[in-house]
């Protein structure tokens, strides 16, 4: 699986925007790029996910570079529960999804928020 | 959305003993789950892919007659920690998928061997 780069840590205040950086230079065309978070003692979940176009929910934004070597998680309003580890992973859809979930964790960005 | 429950979400064992976990897909059926482990300040780690009806995949490294894991059902998967060790004080997570949607993941299972 493609590798992966984030900081290990970013700090924001509640209520401001906060940009997670990710850079992902050897993805492949295939790829498509996930954001999941772990808040304290809990198990991941989900953000966001893309391709090459940008992407919103109601959670965050995903800002794909044009060659999609780097990404962005746009968080628009922090708040306190924002507060988690902050992955960026890529991972490749099955067709048949047997193999959808099986995840490659890197270290993350631990995402600290002051009130 | 779809929902993964682990049980129990923290368990405290004596060195020696055996400790089963369980985790159930609540409203999809999952051919396949999926095991992490996690140490403290670090990241999560595979470790097997459990496959209804057939024996699970380990990842390289990980001792398949120390952690047993049994996926019986569509939507239940089991992790059964055999004579646990205090070195296997982690938190266990599974996780789930359906198809053409994001990986669903369990709250987690605090394993504390004393």
């Known amino acids: 699986d493609a590798k992966t780069t984030q900081p290990n840590s970013m700090e924001s205040n509640e209520e401001e925007p906060v940009h997670l950086p990710c850079n992902h230079s050897t993805i492949s065309g295939t790829d498509y790029i996930h954001w999941y978070r772990q808040l304290p003692s809990q198990g991941p979940e989900y953000v966001i996910h893309?391709?090459?176009s940008n992407v919103n929910n109601r959670m965050a934004s995903l800002a794909i570079a044009e060659d999609r070597k780097s990404s962005t998680l746009i968080l628009h309003r922090a708040t306190l529960r924002d507060a988690a580890v902050y992955y960026c992973?890529?991972?490749?859809?099955?067709?048949?999804?047997?193999?959808?979930?099986?995840?490659?964790f890197g270290q993350g960005t631990i995402l600290t928020v002051h009130p | 959305g779809a929902v993964v429950s682990q049980h129990p979400s923290w368990v405290i064992c004596k060195s020696g003993t055996s400790v089963k976990i369980e985790c159930r897909s609540l409203d999809f059926q999952a051919t396949t789950m999926f095991w992490y482990r996690q140490f403290p300040k670090q990241s999560l780690m595979l470790m097997a892919t459990s496959n209804e009806g057939s024996k699970a995949t380990y990842e390289q490294g990980v001792e398949k007659d120390k952690f047993l894991i049994n996926h019986a059902s569509l939507t239940l998967s089991t992790l059964t920690v055999t004579s646990a060790h205090p070195e296997d004080s982690s938190f266990y997570i599974c996780s789930a998928g359906e198809y053409g949607t994001e990986a669903f993941f369990g709250q987690g299972t605090r394993l504390t061997v004393v």
């Open positions: 893309g391709l090459t």
């Open positions: 992973i890529l991972s490749r859809f099955n067709a048949g999804g047997t193999s959808y979930g099986k995840l490659t």
